[in-house]
């Protein structure tokens, strides 16, 4: 089946610095790939749609200048948190979609990031 | 704009109870409905999906029905198992705008042995 990695799986940084994280489709092509944010007991939270070879379309109230987003290939999105403050810490969660949107998405592990 | 409510937990059961986890929505037009889970250190995993009214989704002993009357698609299962405690998302896709999807706030079920 269709197997989408992310990388790291957590991270812990500082205040100020700059976080990427990967998100690749294993054994698929992926022209659409999402970024969701998820809080403790709360729902996923769509950030942004990421789309090879063009920007990425983001959801009303992302900076986009904060969550930089890059969809270099068929099978690699990364998001990049800029200047991460302690308010960024959150569980992020990718995810891809093959063709159809109808068949779902294939979600990744998620990545938690913890700024200190 | 699009929404999906779901019961909140977490939800303990008995092994071999019935199982009902409910779910409602509100979307423009005649979205698809899926319910998700996720497994302790896993991603969401596709449970099983519906795509128009009254369309019945099942997958591994559950169902959920579609129903447009109550904008409904509540989850159910004859009898759980341990290895069914997780964490279970509803969500739907309407097709417009990003084309991501709508998730409910998740649903924890605790099976008990």
């Known amino acids: 089946g269709a197997v989408v990695s992310q990388h790291p799986s957590w991270v812990i940084c500082k205040s100020g610095t700059s976080v990427k994280i990967e998100c690749r489709s294993l054994?698929?092509?992926?022209?659409?790939m999402f970024w969701y944010r998820q809080f403790p007991k709360q729902s996923l939270m769509l950030m942004a749609t990421s789309n090879e070879g063009s920007k990425a379309t983001y959801e009303q109230g992302v900076e986009k200048d904060k969550f930089l987003i890059n969809h270099a290939s068929l099978t690699l999105s990364t998001l990049t948190v800029t200047s991460a403050h302690p308010e960024d810490s959150s569980f992020y969660i990718c995810?891809?979609?093959?063709?159809?949107?109808?068949?779902?998405?294939?979600f990744g592990p998620g990545t938690r990031l913890t700024v200190t | 704009g699009d929404s999906v409510t779901q019961m909140e937990g977490p939800v303990t059961l008995s092994e071999e109870a019935f199982l009902t986890i409910n779910c409602t929505y509100t979307?423009?037009?005649?979205?698809?409905l899926f319910w998700y889970v996720q497994y302790p250190g896993e991603g969401l995993q596709l449970l099983l999906k519906a795509t128009k009214a009254d369309d019945k989704g099942s997958n591994k002993g559950f169902e959920a029905t579609y129903r447009k009357e109550t904008t409904s698609f509540h989850l159910e299962k004859g009898s759980v198992q341990v290895s069914d405690s997780a964490v279970y998302f509803c969500a739907l896709y309407s097709g417009g705008g990003a084309d991501g999807l709508t998730f409910g706030k998740g649903t924890h079920l605790i099976i008990q042995p």
């Open positions: 979307a423009t037009g005649y979205p698809s």
């Open positions: 054994d698929f092509q992926a022209t659409t």
């Open positions: 995810s891809a979609t093959l063709q159809d949107p109808l068949r779902g998405q294939y």
